[in-house]
Structure formats: C-alpha cells, structure tokens
DNA sequence: CAGTGGTCTAGACCACAAT
DNA sequence: TTGTGGTCTAGACCACTGA
C-alpha cells in the first residue's frame, strides 16, 4: 500500500479509538514524520487526506485537530461514496436484495447518447431494478450501460451487485461520478413498485459515472421512499476556494 | 496568489476557452513546469486541484485529459458550495431577495447545542428567511447561529448576505461543512411561503457550517421548491479510494 | 518570540501505458 | 523501451498563532 495511506489509516484508527480524542492537538507534521521515519511531505499528505474526509481540521500555525462529529444517520448514504449500493449496504450491515423488473439491449436515446458519449448505433443496456432494503422496498433505479464498455451482463449479475462484476470480474477501476439530486412527485412506477402513497415524495439522484480513464459508463435515475433516509455531503473549503472568498470584499 | 493557484487559474482558463478543448491530452506535467518555471510537483497540485473540481483527469503512464462536462443544470447549485446562496445566484446572474419571517434571541434546544457544541445557556440566533429567486419563492431557511461566534448580526444584514457579513465583516472564513439532503412533505409553512400545493414535496438541505478553525457557526434547514433545481455533487475516486475498492475481492 | 503548518524545490525511483 | 504520472525525500522559506 502507497506510504500516506498507510499512515493515514494508522492515524485515523487512533481517531476512532480515541486515542487522538475529538478536539485534541495531535502531533505536529515533523513528530509525525520521525515516528513513522518518512519526511513532512508525505505525513501532510496523510492529513490531507483525513481533512478531506472530514475527519481533521488544520489551522496553520497553531496545528492539527481531530474534528467533531458529522450530523449523518445510519440510513444516509454519502455523497462520496462509488462502491454501488451493494457495498454500501454491506458495509453497514444491512441486507440488501434486488428484483430485476426490465432487462434490454437498446439503442440510446438523444439524453443517453450525450450522457454517456455514444452514437445512436452503439447499444447500450437497459436496467430497471427494484432494490430492498431489509425487505422493504428503498429505490427504483433506471440504469442505462454501453454494452461496448461493460460486456456480458446478465440476470446472475443483476441480482446482486453490478459494482462487483465491474471492478472484480471485469477488472476496471471507478473514477469519479457527477451527481444531481432532486425532490419529485411519485409515478405510476413509483407507487407500484416503491409502493408510495400518491402524496409521497420521491427523492431522485441522477448520476453519471466515470472509469478511472475518464470514460462514462452508467446513466442512471434512482428513485428512493423519501422515509427511507438522505444523501449525506461534506465538503472541505480548498485554499483556491478560500482566495476566491477572500477577494469578495465588493458585496 | 498562491503559485499552483495561479497555474490552475491558467489552465482552467485554457479549459474553458478551448485551448485545451474537451478530451484533449494537455502537455505533460514537465512541460508545464517549465512553461510556468516551477517544478512539477507545484504543477502537480494545480492539476490535482482541476482533477477535485471535475475538469481533468490523470491516467498514470498515459498523460492528463480534459474532461467531458457534468449533467448539472444552471439552477442546481453546486454541493461544493460555501459561498452562501446569495454569491452563488450572483454568480449565475440571478437576482436573489430575502424576506425575514422570524428573527430573535433564543437559547438553543438539545439538537442544537449538540451540533453547535454549546451550552443550554449560549444564545443563539433563530433565523426565518423565505429566498425569493427573480421575484419568485424559492426556499425557505431555518438558521440558528450562536451569537457569541457571530456578533452584531441585524435586520439589514439578514436582508442581504449572512455569509457577505460574515467574511467581508467579522474577517471570519468558513472551512468546511457537512451537509444531508432529503425529501419531505410540505408543511404548512411550506404551503403558506413557498405556495406548495398539498401534494408537492419539498427538498431538504440539513447543514452544519464550519470555520476554518473547526469551530461550528450555522445549524439550517433549507426547505426548496421540488420544482427549482436540485443540488449537484461531483466527485472524484482518491487514490485511497481506489486501494480499498482494489481489495474489495471477496463479495 | 518560538512553534507550526503551507508551499516550494530539484532531484529520485517506481508503476503503468503506449509502442 | 520510452514516456508519463504517482510518490517520496531532505531540505528551505514564509505566514500565521500564541505566548
């Protein structure tokens, strides 16, 4: 494993186990670095990284402290997270199955074809998955996949995790995904399936996802019971954001 | 200016006015370097920060790319977004007004001193402002902010921008925050300000602001229009990421 | 003032992609 | 094999905090 990770996974059990306790100074950079025998660099890139997942905050020149808990619930999933709702769930001990509703080789729609940078000859699946949670239903996802990109996706598959066959079996490597969610009447679709009452929001994220090239290989539509918890984000102020806000003296 | 600042400031220009037109191999870190007379470790970090912001992408042995575009819409505000809602419309050229529904001194409940990190005897802020996107409602805030962190807040500075005062005012700069997104049925404020119909869900941002120094400043509940854009997030896989999916082989 | 984190250098070695 | 990005070093200087 890369060094800083490593360091940084060292530095984050003694988080969670309190050994460096919520609010507490932990050593400096150059402690760090005689500790685990590498230079400053490499143990502020460890930081980083737990600063980015919300975990530390620095302030320069005073140091480094373990930041205070995030409001998220169990249920939420986060916003950060690429590992397909299968992992997610597993990693929180939940028992997640899916019903496969509709499954189709297609050709791809106008929306699909830019989303997913595809001519219209180019076929893409269709997937339409009913997922439960526990035994109850907790999104209604409208996936859409280049075939080209993702071959050999079958029932087996879809019944368990997608995200699995492509990064284990398939062996690529998920990159980076854009995301937009929104707030939605319930449909036919969604009171059938997701069994909503006709006053029941939906909560809807549409994604495209990324391989680690830079190639898109999903759109999807996933529609959640609004009861059945949020999305969670945090987010780090980088220090390019801070000088743009520090030139807004004007209003 | 920080120096990766302004090569990243250069590069993004070059981005967006076509020099480096989308999927393009821009040069190479070195030849960078050289261009801007740094080395490429300072190059390094204007990209990685291009590569957080979603407009590059890196493939080891292969070079750096320019991305394709994100699906978000322009009313979708960005996830990444600290700047307060009145900087991001003026941004997109939209013009944002506030009506102050409730505004008083109060001392904070259980939830909020426990997101606050304060005391039952701090008092704080409660804050009720109905934003109105072009003369139309739009969302509707429920802010509490502990007094002592933000002095001297007032009607007119709740007319404008909090987060304008904030910065511009007190000196202070914001540094992260934690954020969950929900559906919900409307209330009957919801009804009465952002003139819901019975039937029309509501989409609920949950936040906790944070200084740069760690310190928790502004606990809200923004109640949007499902009808008026959603909230947009991008992410992208950090090499940390990458190596716990790698070992992801058994399931 | 001393201590700390942020940035930067000028190299080096390695992993990986493309040929 | 060559070129590219990822990581790492051992120092340096600076900006900022806090005494």
New interface residues.
């Given amino acids: 494993?890369?060094q800083y990770?490593k360091i940084?996974k060292v530095i984050e059990e003694r988080i969670k186990n309190h050994i460096y306790p919520p609010?507490m100074k932990i050593p400096t950079q150059q402690q760090l670095a005689d500790e685990f025998g590498t230079s400053r660099m490499t143990v502020k890139k460890a930081i980083d990284?737990l600063i980015?997942l919300?975990l530390l905050?620095s302030?320069r020149g005073s140091g480094t402290?373990v930041?205070?808990n995030?409001?998220?619930?169990e249920l939420?999933f986060s916003?950060?997270s690429?590992?397909g709702l299968?992992?997610t769930m597993?990693g929180k001990g939940r028992n997640l199955s899916s019903k496969v509703i509709a499954f189709e080789h297609v050709f791809p729609d106008n929306l699909q074809q830019k989303?997913l940078?595809l001519n219209e000859t180019d076929p893409v699946y269709r997937i339409i998955r009913l997922r439960c949670l526990d035994g109850e239903p907790y999104t209604l996802e409208y996936t859409h996949m280049p075939i080209g990109i993702i071959p050999g996706l079958n029932a087996e598959v879809l019944t368990h995790?997608i995200y699995?066959y492509i990064?284990?079996d398939l062996g690529l490597?998920?990159?980076?995904?854009?995301?937009?969610?929104?707030?939605?009447?319930p449909d036919a679709y969604d009171r059938k399936y997701l069994e909503c009452s006709?006053?029941?929001?939906?909560?809807?994220i549409?994604?495209?996802v990324?391989l680690?090239?830079?190639m898109?290989f999903e759109y999807s539509r996933s529609r959640?019971r609004?009861d059945k918890?949020?999305?969670?984000?945090?987010?780090?102020?980088?220090?390019?954001?801070?000088?743009f806000?520090?030139k807004?003296?004007d209003?």
């Fill in positions: 494993m890369i990770s940084a609010f990284s980015y919300g905050v302030i402290y930041m205070s995030p409001i998220a619930n939420d916003g950060k690429y590992l299968s992992a597993q989303r940078l995790s699995s990064q284990n490597r998920i990159g980076s995904s854009y995301r937009v969610i929104r707030a939605n009447i006709d006053n029941d929001p939906v909560l809807e549409e994604q495209v990324y680690d090239n830079g898109p959640h609004y918890g949020g999305v969670s984000v945090n987010n780090q102020v980088t220090q390019m954001d801070k000088t806000t520090w807004k003296k209003f």
